[in-house]
Structures are given as C-alpha cells and as structure tokens.
C-alpha cells in the first residue's frame, strides 16, 4: 500500500511557486517526524525540510526563506510551499517520514524506518 503520495508538482519559470502536497497514511502521519527531500539527475539526495508532531521546523540552507513546511494534522497532509524558485531546484521532491527528523534534513533516511513515497517532478526553466 502506498503511506506517502505527493502532489503538486509541475514547470513554472524562475521567480515562480509551486505548493506541494502530501497525502500520508494517519498512522504515519501521527507517529514520525515528515519532512521532504529532493534528488536531481546525478545529484545526491538533498533533504530539505521537516516539522515535528509540535509543528518545529527545521531547513536546510537553500532553501531558507524561500521554502515553507506545514503540516494539516485534521486531513494527515504534509504541505511544501516553495518561492523565488531557480533552476537549480529542478528536481524529484519526495515527501518522507522518519522517526528521527536529522535523518530527513541530512537526506541519510533508509528502509525499514525512513519512508518516501514515489515522488513529483518540478522543473523550473530560465
């Protein structure tokens, strides 16, 4: 079964938004911290974002100021607004869930406990 289904993705020129959306299992939802990662061709996996079951956020560098996680506990769905979007945030955006929140914001999650799902495409043009 699938616990984690992203939406939301699509092309947009530099300067654009896209809002992301992430519709996980209730279970996952309430248990693990969430968060998103994204990888580009030939790129490592870069996380960037996660929030608590408290609503602490953490992000990474590149995407400080420019990005916004926020999480719609009554719906279990894991949001991703993204501005001032530039090339080089091309990539598949996964969301993800892992007990502990470093392993999403250092992109080091794996199986059995680290969780994605099958991941939206964004593509910004110049």
């Known amino acids: 079964q699938e616990q984690l289904v992203e939406s939301g993705g699509g092309s947009v020129q530099t300067g654009g938004s896209l809002r992301l959306s992430c519709a996980a299992s209730e279970y996952i939802f309430s248990t693990y911290c969430m968060g998103w990662f994204r990888q580009a061709p030939g790129q490592e996996r870069e996380g960037l974002a996660t929030?608590?079951?408290?609503?602490?956020?953490t992000y990474a560098d590149s995407v400080k100021g420019r990005f916004a996680i926020s999480r719609d506990n009554t719906n279990n769905t894991l949001h991703l607004q993204m501005n001032s979007l530039t090339p080089d945030d091309s990539a598949v955006y996964y969301c993800?869930?892992?007990?502990?929140?470093?392993?999403?914001?250092?992109?080091?999650?794996?199986?059995?406990?680290?969780?994605w799902g099958r991941g939206t495409q964004v593509t910004v043009s110049s």
């Open positions: 929030i608590d079951n408290d609503g602490t956020t």
């Open positions: 993800a869930a892992d007990p502990m929140c470093s392993l999403i914001i250092k992109g080091t999650l794996s199986p059995p406990f680290g969780k």
